[in-house]
């Protein structure tokens, strides 16, 4: 028997495949082998809403360590910018070596699959507040950090300076929302040549004496997973009426940066899988729009964003 399809799902149907194949010839980085997508239809007609409104609607929400800079470079692990100040000549052999337990009792923690985010949140007071403590106990000098950033290897993804480049020339917003330390991550970006007018950085930042030497951290404490109430504050006039927002991530405590957005329109959520691949996978498929498997570049944010701004 010749089953015949009405003609009138014909059309769309032909509709649809053009604009998949728009999608994918426009990004073929999304078809890149580290890219996982549970729904490619949403995440297309997110793109594709976004490309129509233009980059005067967007605003970009980023995480700063393991998603801006790189998780590992020829099988070495890159430093947070906890990591920064640990591995430098600023701080006493005894402070590292307790930094160094600490990141092995808390990292393990904060990546593990088997607890809630509600779990998690005291054991994440904890590192935070011990590390913090331990770093102001060893009188590091505000005028000391750059030469430290410098010495340290730090390295941002491939591909930073497009994307950094492109936002700026778009006069999109960026704002960087991260529970590392926002003194040391000024100096990364400023040393890499990015630190651009359109960029805000919502972090963990030193208090200094009349010396210049850090003597405190200034205001909320900001960890992995209270991102959200500092986002909710997240009204500044500098993104009025960007109701569209492409969030990049690469823990699970990222995903409500954007909560404090007002009127969301639409939000592409992307996600570096960086570490605990497998064990990870699901529930950051499940959360995460896109997500980016052990790739250290920002070939697809970038490639997205230059078919964003194309459209204007
Ligand atoms: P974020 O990337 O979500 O902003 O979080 C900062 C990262 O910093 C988080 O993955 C844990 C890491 N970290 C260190 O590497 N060393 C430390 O001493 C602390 C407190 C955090
Ligand atoms: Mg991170």
Known sequence: MVFNVPWIFSPVRSVLTVFHQLIKC??????????????????????????????????VISDFDMTLTRFAHNGTRCPTTHNILHSSALISDDCK???????????????????????????????????????????????????????????????????????????VPLLIFSAGIGDILEEVIREHGVFHPNVRIFSNYMDYDQHGVACAFKGELIHTFNKREGALQNTHQFVHD???????????????????????????????????????????????DIVLEKDETLDVPNAILNYITAGK
């Open 26 to 59: 426009e990004i073929p980085e999304l078809n890149k082998a580290s890219v996982c997508v549970r729904d490619k239809g949403r995440v297309e007609t997110i793109i594709n809403n976004m490309r129509r409104a233009g980059p005067n609607a967007l605003q």
């Open 97 to 171: 070596a307790k930094m160094t337990d600490l990141l092995a009792h808390y990292y393990p923690i904060e990546i593990d699959n088997s607890m809630s985010v509600e779990e998690k949140v005291p054991h994440m007071v904890e590192w935070w507040t011990q590390a913090h403590d331990l770093l102001v106990q060893q009188r590091i000098r505000k005028d000391q950090l750059a030469q430290a950033v410098r010495d340290s290897g730090s390295m941002l993804r491939e591909g930073y300076k497009s994307f950094f480049d492109v936002l700026q020339q778009n006069s």
């Open 242 to 288: 960007r109701t569209n927002v492409l969030l990049l991530g690469d823990s699970l405590g990222d995903l409500n940066m954007a909560d404090g957005v007002k009127d969301l329109h639409d939000i592409l959520r992307i996600g570096y899988l960086n570490d605990k691949v497998e064990e990870r996978r699901e529930a950051y498929v499940s959360s995460y």
